[in-house]
């Protein structure tokens, strides 16, 4: 009895550790596949990716705010998910690829001055009747997004004169207030030059044969004469 008591304390010391040591190596076990499933998709292998579907690896690309509504068309979704490193995102008026005037689910569409949209979207309908369409480069933009674009602007021209000649100030610029469209691709321009002053929309720098705002009065007397560039321009003259 008296040499009983120690020897069963030992064992049962030695069941507390072998326990011990089975629970930490179930921890890491159990460890390995939760740290595995929170590691972004990039990681899986070709071989693992069959098991995950495309809508799930969609999800785990998502990188916005846990409360934020996620959108429900998929090329936005392609798009925020993409837009996110330079600060600025398709909410601050960033244009994927692909975008027409039609396509309301982008804040640089929709945002746009309506009776701009309007008649873009008129127009739009007739060009392509003529086979040519209107895709948008640029629409509305935040003062943010117009913040950066005059920045890189400045970096890539070498001073804020000759980024001026390119690229307004948020102040200044007819897109934050949404009253002016960068249309492409070249049959595009070349149509609303033939023919945008039928709806009113003019070209309004020489420098730019994509920048579109609306001129209601062309409808009768033709569209104004065109500023150099945004230099000439007495609106930005503030
Ligand atoms: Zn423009």
Same mark, same amino acid.
């Given at each position: 009895m008296i040499y009983r008591e120690p +020897? $069963? @304390?030992? +064992? $049962? $010391? @030695?069941?507390? &550790?072998?326990?011990?040591?089975?629970?930490?190596?179930? +921890? =890491? *076990?159990? /460890?390995?596949?939760?740290?595995?499933?929170? =590691?972004?998709s990039s990681s899986s292998s070709p071989s693992s990716s069959s098991a995950v579907s495309p809508s799930d690896s969609r999800h785990d690309d998502h990188h916005g705010p846990p409360g934020e509504a996620r959108p429900q068309a998929?090329? &936005? !979704?392609? +798009? *925020? %998910? $993409?837009? @996110?490193?330079?600060?600025?995102?398709?909410? %601050? /008026?960033?244009?994927?690829? /692909?975008? @027409?005037?039609?396509? !309301?689910?982008?804040p640089a569409v929709a945002k746009l001055d309506a009776d701009l949209l309007g008649a873009l979207r008129q127009a739009a309908r007739d060009a392509d009747d003529d086979g040519v369409e209107f895709f948008v480069n640029s629409g509305w933009r935040s003062p943010k997004y117009q913040e950066q674009l005059l920045r890189e602007a400045i970096s890539k021209y070498g001073s804020e004169k000759e980024a001026a000649r390119w690229v307004s100030t948020p102040d200044t610029s007819a897109h934050v207030t949404g009253e002016a469209i960068d249309i492409g691709p070249s049959d595009a321009t070349a149509w609303l030059s033939k023919h945008g002053a039928d709806y009113g929309l003019c070209q309004i720098y020489r420098n730019e044969p994509w920048h579109y705002e609306l001129r209601p009065e062309a409808i009768n007397e033709g569209c104004p004469a065109m500023y150099a560039d945004p230099t000439q321009d007495p609106r930005m003259q503030q």
């Open positions: +020897a $069963r @304390t030992a +064992a $049962r $010391r @030695t069941r507390s &550790i072998i326990l011990a040591a089975l629970v930490v190596v179930s +921890a =890491a *076990l159990i /460890g390995i596949p939760v740290y595995r499933s929170l =590691a972004p998929p090329r &936005i !979704d392609r +798009a *925020l %998910d $993409r837009q @996110t490193r330079s600060g600025v995102s398709v909410a %601050d /008026g960033v244009v994927p690829d /692909g975008v @027409t005037v039609f396509d !309301d689910e982008f």
